[in-house]
């Protein structure tokens, strides 16, 4: 068991629910694309949490990838639409912020569509609190040619959760997802 800012990475993994009506639910609503990464589902970033019937409605979970993300309304439209189709009328979509989402919410899967999609994945987890020694920063591959020649070109990528990098050995330029 791994301790991560989101608590434990078992605990983490994906909280897809028992009940049929609700797991059914949940199947429709984690066929929703990212708007920004349209490769990735939201249940692929982590983004959808839970599912279920609340008061005979289709009630559905999501957390952003931070706080000011501005694909969650496109998302939760995305999502009511979907329920909606799938026979789920006037289905709600909560929001919440806590716990924080974090990048060891993603799926592996996930993480092979960032990488073939040209965007390096978030690598390695993130820690509960930081003591010891000073962490190191380490290469991030190129989902180009694979090379960990690569550098940071800027802190901040085409969104927010990316920071853009460039290969020196390829010289293309790539989004990193950080490790948030």
Same mark, same amino acid.
């Given at each position: 068991?791994?301790?991560?800012? /989101?608590?434990t990475? +078992?605990?983490?993994?994906?909280?897809?629910?028992?009940?049929?009506e609700?797991?059914?639910?949940?199947?429709?609503?984690?066929?929703? %694309?990212?708007? +920004?990464?349209?490769?990735?589902?939201i +249940?692929?970033? /982590?983004?959808?949490?839970?599912?279920?019937?609340?008061?005979?409605?289709?009630?559905?979970?999501? #957390?952003?990838?931070?706080? /000011?993300?501005?694909?969650?309304?496109?998302?939760?439209?995305?999502?009511?639409?979907? %329920?909606?189709?799938?026979g789920?009328? +006037?289905?709600?979509?909560?929001?919440?912020?806590?716990?924080?989402?974090? #990048?060891?919410?993603?799926?592996?899967? @996930?993480?092979?569509?960032?990488?073939?999609? @040209?965007?390096?994945?978030?690598?390695?987890?993130?820690?509960?609190?930081? $003591?010891?020694? $000073?962490?190191?920063?380490?290469?991030?591959?190129?989902?180009? =040619? /694979?090379? %960990?020649?690569?550098?940071?070109?800027?802190?901040? @990528?085409?969104?927010? =959760?990316?920071a853009?990098?460039?290969?020196n050995?390829?010289?293309?330029?790539f989004?990193?997802?950080?490790?948030?």
């Amino acid at each position: 068991m791994i301790e991560t800012r /989101g608590g434990t990475l +078992e605990a983490q993994a994906r909280p897809r629910p028992s009940d049929a009506e609700a797991a059914r639910i949940w199947d429709v609503a984690a066929t929703v %694309l990212d708007p +920004e990464v349209p490769v990735l589902t939201i +249940e692929d970033l /982590g983004v959808l949490r839970s599912a279920e019937i609340v008061d005979g409605r289709a009630h559905v979970t999501i #957390t952003p990838t931070y706080s /000011g993300c501005p694909a969650m309304g496109a998302i939760r439209d995305d999502v009511v639409s979907a %329920l909606d189709a799938a026979g789920y009328p +006037e289905p709600q979509v909560e929001l919440v912020l806590s716990p924080a989402w974090t #990048t060891d919410w993603m799926s592996a899967a @996930g993480k092979r569509k960032l990488e073939e999609y @040209g965007i390096a994945p978030p690598s390695g987890l993130t820690p509960v609190r930081r $003591t010891g020694p $000073t962490r190191l920063a380490l290469s991030v591959r190129c989902p180009q =040619c /694979g090379s %960990l020649d690569t550098r940071e070109t800027s802190r901040f @990528g085409s969104t927010s =959760c990316k920071a853009l990098y460039a290969c020196n050995a390829c010289q293309e330029p790539f989004d990193y997802f950080k490790v948030l």
